[in-house]
């Protein structure tokens, strides 16, 4: 008799679906061997510029971390054994249950967490929740770094409105953005995941004006025009009030790491939203950092020497996190309009490997 029985499973699944990925992939697959739940890396769904694949690994964490809190709900406890991904078809990682009581009351908020893109009040979080968030990741092996000066919010989004301009004029990373981009109800249910601009609450006007840009040439136009470089500050500008930002870094630059910081960045999430706070990930800047170091070929020169610029005040603001690799930013605060979430996603029958 297994304690994994087939009802457990096809929730821890379900709960696993429900995690936050990049753009929406879902680069996630699962199979159930006993009382094992292993998990895989969807190739099909993973993102062609990913550096090191690492947004499918911090996506494949909190997909980990779901499992882990769900498995904790029902009296049992989770370990996560993390395999360096081999040949094809072996899993990146096995959960194992066991009987245990372990202390955690974050499964009701799993089907609540979303991404909250709206203005936030400009509002530090007093230490003792910044505090309390930090302690919710107890025992799991990544960094956190907080920041709360409003003179760290003006450089982050002018950080990070460079870096969404250069998603736009860089051609491999265009390319890959419209391709997940869904214009229509039918797109996005032909498919069931990349990004939907219902959820992303962008306005029709809006829509209509990016359908042109996914043509290269009309977008080049845009932005040598400079309304990209403006609408991309306008973007950012979100950043400019919240409650904290906050730096999750991963201790080692592998599969490992990266799945780690996906736990961390989940766990905090949960946290958040448990304590009436709404957040909003921002991964273009660290990605884009890590793919400075290691893939700087990629980049166009001019783009390079940006990234590479925005090394220091980045770490001006997160100091702590120097000789650490970043994985992904979150910024959270209070706010009175709240967010629904896409429910436009794999259902667990699509994600389980017979």
């Known amino acids: 008799m297994y304690m994994l029985t087939d009802h457990l499973f096809k929730e821890l699944i379900k709960s696993a679906s429900m995690a936050p990925s990049a753009d929406n992939m879902q680069p996630w697959e699962f199979r159930r ?36 809190v769900i498995s904790a709900a029902h009296g049992f406890k989770a370990d996560a054994e993390y395999i360096s991904p081999g040949k094809a078809g072996q899993p990146v990682a096995v959960i194992r ?14 089907p609540q967490r979303a991404t909250n893109r709206n203005n936030y009040e400009a509002l530090p979080l007093e230490d003792s929740v910044i505090s309390g968030l930090t302690q919710s990741i107890s025992g799991l092996d990544a960094g956190v770094h907080w920041m709360t000066e409003p003179t760290g919010f003006r450089l982050m989004a002018s950080m990070d409105a460079n870096s969404s301009f250069i998603r736009l004029e860089h051609k491999p990373l265009h390319d890959e953005l419209f391709d997940i981009l869904r214009f229509s109800r039918k797109q996005i249910e032909a498919t069931r995941y990349g990004l939907d601009y219902e959820s992303l609450g962008v306005p029709a006007v809006a829509v209509f004006i990016a359908r042109q840009l ?30 904290a930002l906050c730096l999750i870094t991963a201790k080692r630059r592998d599969p490992a790491g990266y799945m780690e910081a996906g736990r961390t960045m989940e766990q905090l999430w949960l946290a958040a939203a448990a304590r009436g706070l709404s957040t909003h990930p921002y ?43 970043p994985a992904i930013v979150l910024r959270m605060g209070m706010t009175k309009k709240q967010s629904g979430r896409s429910d436009f996603r794999l259902s667990p029958d699509e994600i389980i490997i017979s």
């Open 214 to 243: 996914q043509h290269w040439s009309i977008n080049k136009a845009v932005s040598q025009s400079g309304i990209g470089r403006l609408v991309a500050k306008m973007l950012s500008s979100k950043l400019l009030k919240a409650g």
């Open 97 to 110: 249950l066991s009987p245990g009581i372990v202390k955690c009351h974050l499964a009701e908020w799993i």
């Open 283 to 325: 991964g273009a800047l660290p990605q884009y950092l890590t793919k400075a170091e290691v893939e700087p070929e990629t980049f166009l020169p001019g783009h390079l020497a940006v990234i590479r610029s925005h090394r220091a005040p980045f770490y001006s603001i997160f100091p702590g996190a120097e000789k650490e690799y």
């Open 33 to 68: 061997q006993g009382d094992t739940v292993e998990v895989y890396s969807a190739v099909q769904r993973m993102l062609p510029t990913d550096v090191s694949g690492m947004f499918t690994w911090v996506s494949i964490g909190a997909a980990i971390q779901n499992i882990v």
